[in-house]
């Protein structure tokens, strides 16, 4: 059983930084690919970050050379670095976790690939 837990989120001005963490427990192996998803009301679940367990990254677009995904030797926790944060990185920010296929190079960016999640942290950015 695979158990993820959210840390971090918060209310911050525009402009300011975030870091949240996931710490991951259970079965490495249905956990190699993992990732942070976010959603606000009547919108579809977004995809941020993803990260294989060889260090290898995917970015969404409107996070690119603001958010920065990582993770510890032991892929024990993830960590999401968010810098310039602006007033639409508010949401409700998810990690999860997925099993790499072995022909996969990068991890998929699409929600429902994951078949583990977190219970979710809140992110506020006031202007």
């Known amino acids: 059983q695979v158990q993820l837990v959210e840390s971090g989120g918060g209310s911050v001005q525009a402009g300011g930084s975030l870091r949240l963490s996931c710490a991951a427990s259970?079965?490495?192996?249905?956990?190699?690919?993992m990732g942070w998803f976010r959603q606000v009301p009547g919108k579809e679940r977004e995809g941020v970050a993803t990260?294989?367990?060889?260090?290898?990254?995917t970015y969404a677009d409107s996070v690119k050379g603001r958010f920065a995904i990582s993770q510890d030797n032991a892929r024990n926790t993830l960590y999401l670095q968010m810098n310039s944060l602006k007033p639409e990185d508010t949401a409700i920010y998810y990690c999860?976790?997925?099993?790499?296929?072995?022909?996969?190079?990068?991890?998929?960016?699409?929600?429902?690939?994951?078949?583990?999640w977190g219970q979710g942290t809140q992110v506020t950015v006031s202007s």
């Open positions: 990260v294989t367990s060889g260090g290898r990254t």
């Open positions: 999860a976790a997925a099993r790499r296929e072995p022909w996969r190079f990068i991890c998929p960016t699409s929600a429902d690939n994951y078949n583990y």
């Open positions: 259970g079965d490495t192996y249905a956990r190699s690919c």
